[in-house]
């Protein structure tokens, strides 16, 4: 299941569960869209993860975690730490970076 950020606060979700994956994303953002039910794809197949749908222009705390300077940007936490982040369209290297984090 994937949650939306409805608040600027993404350092406390990262804090409070082991492992955590992130879409920044905007409501302009083609490709954003595009990499949604990839995401959602992901998201159902790795239940031991949260995933979370950030809009990256409304919670710009939130974009510094992750040091997001381009859109769509995926970021993995684990244990409360930044682990690795990609900028990417496609779908092969998000599962990449999703399956660092879960062990899959």
């Known amino acids: 299941m994937i949650k939306e950020l409805d608040k600027d606060n993404l350092n406390e979700i990262v804090a409070e569960n082991g492992t955590v994956v992130v ?6 953002c083609g490709n954003c869209r595009l990499m949604k ?5 992901l998201a159902s197949e790795n239940e031991s993860a949260s995933f979370l749908m950030v809009d990256a222009e409304k919670y710009p705390e939130s974009r510094k975690l992750a040091n ?30 999703v399956n660092e984090v879960t062990g899959n």
Do not use: C, H, I, S
């Open 23 to 28: 879409q920044y994303m905007a409501g302009w």
């Open 37 to 41: 039910p990839k995401f959602k794809k």
């Open 68 to 97: 997001v300077n381009n859109l769509p940007t995926f970021a993995t936490f684990k244990n409360g730490n930044f682990v690795n982040q990609v900028q990417t369209n496609k779908f092969e290297p998000l599962k990449d970076l």
